[in-house]
Nanobody, 116 residues
């Protein structure tokens, strides 16, 4: 059974940093794409950053220059380094992985709260 487990969320002051981690277990496949989405109260879930097995990355405009995604497809892990955090970054952050064309999975989410 595939499991997606996030860690690293928490409470931080504006301007601070956090590092999120996500690990996929139980899969015979390495990820094709893995990344992070977030959902703030009253808003839809949206892209934060993704990385492919080839190392290509994509970022939401709102986090470019502040967040960095990295990953290891062989280990099915991904990380999100978040710097210069703002109050508007407060959300539940969800890890996403696409293992095959039809196999996609989500984690349970980890809360990130940035106090201003």
């Amino acid at each position: 059974q595939v499991q997606v487990v996030e860690s690293g969320g928490g409470l931080v002051q504006a301007g601070g940093s956090l590092r999120l981690s996500c690990a996929v277990s139980g899969s015979p496949f390495s990820f094709r794409t893995m990344g992070w989405y977030r959902q703030a109260p009253g808003k839809q879930r949206g892209l934060v950053a993704t990385i492919t097995s080839g190392g290509s990355t994509d970022y939401a405009d709102s986090v470019k220059g502040r967040f960095t995604i990295s990953g290891d497809s062989a280990k099915n892990t991904v990380y999100l380094q978040m710097n210069s955090l703002k109050a508007e970054d407060t959300a539940v952050y969800y890890c996403y992985t696409k293992l095959t064309v039809v196999r996609e999975y989500w984690g349970q989410g980890t809360q990130v709260t940035v106090s201003s």
